[in-house]
């Protein structure tokens, strides 16, 4: 694995600029030709890392003569054209979730990397944190059994602005995406049906426009388990993300990783420290993991971990979920999915 | 308090012995007049425990002129016509859980100690766990803030017999009737709605008769908390009794307890033991500061810490479940509850 | 085992009615024909229990012809006497700790007992706590190999009066005596030699009187392995007593034990309950435990689990101990028990 | 804080390449100069990692008109002279640690620096550990009251080679050295005397050369605290790092890290991972917390972190360490400090 994969990226919004530094100082295996950003202030955070060149149209990128592979850290709306546009151009494409929110869109993306023969890797980095991945070895290794009971807890430390909310697709395609993919990961088997029950006990204002901001989500997997989310947009005591799979043979649980393993005893008690922060502290070695797997799977031809039938399901859940939350019952997976082969 | 209250106990099966032995070995306030079981072999381990009375037939306990208090552990289909005649002779009753399966019953029930001005108090011992009290009390206190989301994790080590299943109930009104009533206990709300999703993972042969051993059930309360309690038939690691409450500041959970808090470290990794093998090991204090409330109740003329109404509603809910699995919607409690005076 | 043992109880201070009331609730397998206590006051607590006999004279219950085992509770300088005459009336004898403060007056009790063909049990109730004792059972099993040290933390919650503590014996020999006994019990094997570092950081006053309330004391045992124990008088969030013994295959620690399992966030952090308050919550089993040992050991001819030996080597540590305090330096065993046919 | 820091890498062994890498990727405010290693096939990795020039003659470093500070990472006796040189040069001085074995050699660079009035900081890692440093701030904070007694376990997963062992000073220079710095950090008092009990339980060949594996050592504080530490050379779980603060206000403790926080239940009990293998997964991120703090010293003219008095504490703890075990007693610090001015 001598060879280093030619890079360019796409985005230099927070998580762009965390895939850039993460190419730069971690990936002894890749170099970064080019990145692009629609507003030229975000140039010099490449430039001060040593990126040569630096434009504000992604096409310069994907079209790039050098570039194998690019890193789509771009909004929503453009992650299919640019993965639809870079795969004609026989590029390898990483790009961050949701690939689409809706499943035509997603197909049509599936369809030109198939075509075209390069490999589509999903950002769905919550896989690669070691917590998560340890249990799915767990499961993969038949410690626990046949799966009977997924159990995933996953809340925000506070909610973004109400105007963010407006504009974010919903909780289930917005936060709860990120726990579709991880229950699928976990469980190793579709999920067939969706029930939500949910509210919004943080902003009330927010079920104006349709959205929620506490869920519980119960999805029935193809294999006969059953799993339940729970999600919050705010939980005062930090950034909780935890899981816990139970089965035939036993039972194996995630807990939330802390700053420091602290206890402190005072006549009132045992004092232990809060959760990380957010996504950024508690993900933070995951994003590199996960950038590391798709450089391995282009350089040795490995396939994708985290391909578009992912990113299908993973959309597909959260429909069925709103369709669920809107129409109160539960939700075959088939009905959101009637018009796709999957 | 000096005087001590006058019990007659019935049936001394196996939770009629605990609760006798109880009564004797640690309720300083409380002695036992007589004790009934239709078998006689039973009656050896009344008489020494040195109760001087013993006989076949529950009525001789109910109508004893000595008698204050009755303990009923008879099979379910009497707690009601015992808890009746008891109420109409002006004494005290202590009843096992369920009170009965059908509302119409329990409204029975209701009215008769009501109408005879006695006190009526079911036995819901796991209230009275030190783990899921010490909650209850930090949400009373207002330490959690407005309840968004209650988890219950509930599942026994091992499921009884198909034969005894048959007879059961059901898994709803045998076993989850207990997350019913520690989930309104927690929350300190009503339960309005209930949705399950549920399958007989272990015993397959089980749904021939209808019942389920896997179960995920979410509860919806008027307060706006959601719920979700999952059960299993057999956790082959133990009896697996945990809780969370998560509010707008902050979260409060119950772990499980253990016989010993060792942990072994080898070359393998780090090793704790298994939680307390099932219920008699777990609530073995629970029982006994549950029969002391009562005596307590009884003798200082407090209110039931556990009246008909906390039985109705148990069993409303246990109701709804069936109902829920049966025809794969979700329930609302008031369905149930249509002829009844809540 | 039908067999009832015959016991007397001598002293009924507060381990005294520890004892009698475990023998009435909790010993199928024990009687109590008589107690005693020089102050008559105490004698209600035997009567209300159930004992027909009570008596000012420690004397009575030795020589009643149906007791055929005294429990010794009386002070500590009566232990021995007590013990020397009951075995020469043929009676097994169960003893509070210490045997007594001199290794001569500790032979006098072993040869007595010895001559006489009698059991001899000391109450280190410590050896029965869950937790030690299951600590013991795995260096015994081989899973922790070869021990190389032992850590004890051995903290009261507050500290005696002053005014016992003049009379007290000192810390080594009213404290850490239990320690001492804890190390050999876990290890295995005999301590060879002490080496103490302490003070009175708590109280300075009692180091007027030779006494201190804060001590680190090093343990060498004959096997090789190094022991170290931490001792202080104040442990303000409560009773610590924890231990963990390290070896050539693996390392087990036994923590506090709690009231509850809860675990409570909010946005300070994580909260915990204290260890349980002092030695009659800890080891409120152990002491049930432990003298069930006894009335086992008697009426099934098996050797007793603490015997006079055991005594012997924990005052004789403890004298090393205060030796090694004075003179500022490591202090051999032998050189105490130069005198002693050990 | 705009200006970078202009250093010189002095080493490129195991240390040096951390330090080195540390310098290039996570320190924004320097940029390394120069790097020397008398082995030319270690240049290749400073080469790799963008540094212009390399050098076999350390005082190419120390000399470079270019170098503001130099990273001394050479083997132990070059500790001095290097710190000595570069002192003259008005180079501040970052120096891994023991600043030397002899405390005239110590008291030599530090007269050194003095006289040329630039900074001398040494690489005691461990001070900058997330939790051992957030249990000395709740020590400064006063949460702990009056420290009494200090409990550090320290022990590594495997010995070095024997023959290493034969050069590396003893256990006390080569690895409780850095216990003895953490002792005096986290008490914020001066060690006053030493007591070692010791053996070699792992390795017994190598007590034919003076040295042991397993080692108890009591620490006494000119603040009256008592500290205990210890030691193994082979923890066959993993890199066992843990400390304990006990005062008149509470207790603090710092536990191991682990690589996941997983649990897993099966029929045997609850399994979790292993500690953090060694040092260099261990503090991974405090050896660059640590290089920081340099940088920013320097830059920001702040006194230096851990300055040569620690250095020269820290070795004659050590050196009494020694002292102690030869002689078989207590061993008072001013004994080894006699002829130094502290």
Redesign the interface.
């Known amino acids: 694995m001598a060879k280093k994969l030619k890079t360019g990226v796409i985005g230099l919004g927070r998580i762009g600029q965390i895939h850039l530094s993460n190419l730069v100082?971690?990936m002894p295996h890749a170099e970064v030709i080019i990145a692009s950003d629609v507003s030229p202030e975000s140039h010099a955070f490449a430039l001060n890392l040593g990126v040569k060149e630096v434009t504000t149209d992604a096409y310069d990128v994907i079209n790039h003569p050098d570039v194998e592979a690019v890193i789509v850290c771009s909004p929503t709306p453009f992650h299919v054209p640019y993965t639809v546009a870079a795969a004609r151009q026989k590029k390898h494409i990483f790009c961050e979730k949701p690939l689409d929110v809706t499943l035509e869109a997603i197909h049509e993306a599936e369809k030109a990397v198939t075509e075209n023969n390069v490999k589509l890797m999903l950002g769905f980095n919550r896989r690669f944190d070691?917590?998560f991945n340890?249990?799915r070895t767990?499961v993969e290794a038949n410690?626990i059994g046949?799966p009977?009971?997924l159990?995933i807890?996953s809340?925000d430390p506070a909610p973004p602005p109400v105007e963010y909310l407006k504009i974010s697709g919903g909780i289930f395609l917005d936060m709860s995406i990120h726990d579709f993919d991880m229950a699928r990961f976990i469980v190793g088997s579709e999920v067939t049906?969706v029930?939500v029950?949910?509210?919004a006990?943080?902003h009330p204002e927010i079920k104006e426009f349709g959205d929620i901001d506490?869920?519980?989500i119960?999805l029935?997997f193809e294999n006969?388990?059953?799993?339940?989310i729970?999600n919050?947009r705010?939980?005062?005591?930090g950034y909780?993300q935890r899981l816990e799979i139970?089965g035939?043979?036993?039972?194996?649980?995630?807990?939330?990783?802390t700053?420091?393993?602290?206890?402190?005893?005072?006549?009132?008690?045992?004092?232990?420290?809060?959760p990380l922060h957010f996504f950024l502290e508690r993900y933070e070695t995951a994003y590199r993991v996960c950038l590391k797997s798709f450089i391995d799977c282009v350089l040795n031809d490995k396939p994708s971990p985290v391909d578009a039938h992912d990113g299908l399901m993973a959309t597909a859940i959260g429909i069925a979920a709103m369709k669920s939350l809107t129409e109160?019952?539960?939700v075959k997976i088939s009905e959101v999915l009637q018009y796709a082969e999957v």
């Not at 700053?259 to 809060?274: E, K, Q």
């Open positions: 100082h971690h070691a917590n340890n249990v767990l410690k046949d009977h009971i159990r807890t809340r049906e029930f029950k949910g509210d006990l943080i506490t869920a519980v119960v029935t006969g388990a059953i799993g339940v729970d919050s705010k939980a005062v005591y909780d139970f035939s043979k036993g039972m194996a649980k995630a807990e939330n990783n700053a420091d393993t602290l206890i402190h005893f005072d006549d009132n008690g045992g004092h232990s420290s809060l109160g019952r539960s």
